[in-house]
């Protein structure tokens, strides 16, 4: 079992900044795949960015460019740094982990509100 606990959500202007952490703790977080997604009101929940548990990366084209995601093998954590932000990047963003074997094996985190209005 994995539990996966956000933070660093909250409201920025256009253009401004951001970085969102995910703490993970239950098992042994390098064998985690671990991403981030996002869900907007009457929208689906989307994939943002996925880093790997050798640290390869792959980003939505919509965040291509202007988010980051990174993970911190030594602290359990993985972060997306979020610049240039735009409305329509406003949604919950969800931290999943999925592990790297045993596909099956897939946990989500509660979410955090990220709302980008002047």
């Known amino acids: 079992q994995v539990q996966l606990v956000e933070s660093g959500g909250g409201l920025v202007q256009p253009g401004g900044s951001l970085r969102i952490s995910c703490a993970a703790s239950g098992d042994i977080f390098r064998l985690y795949t671990m991403a981030w997604y996002r869900q907007a009101p009457g929208k689906q929940r989307e994939l943002v960015a996925v880093?790997?548990?050798?640290?390869?990366?792959n980003y939505a084209d919509s965040v291509k460019g202007r988010f980051t995601i990174s993970r911190d093998n030594a602290k359990n954590t993985v972060y997306l740094q979020m610049n240039s932000l735009k409305p329509e990047d406003t949604a919950v963003y969800y931290c999943?982990?999925?592990?790297?074997?045993?596909?099956?094996?897939?946990?989500w985190g509660q979410g955090t509100q990220v709302t980008v209005s002047s």
């Open positions: 999943n982990a999925r592990h790297t074997i045993i596909t099956s094996l897939m946990y």
């Open positions: 880093v790997g548990n050798s640290g390869n990366t």
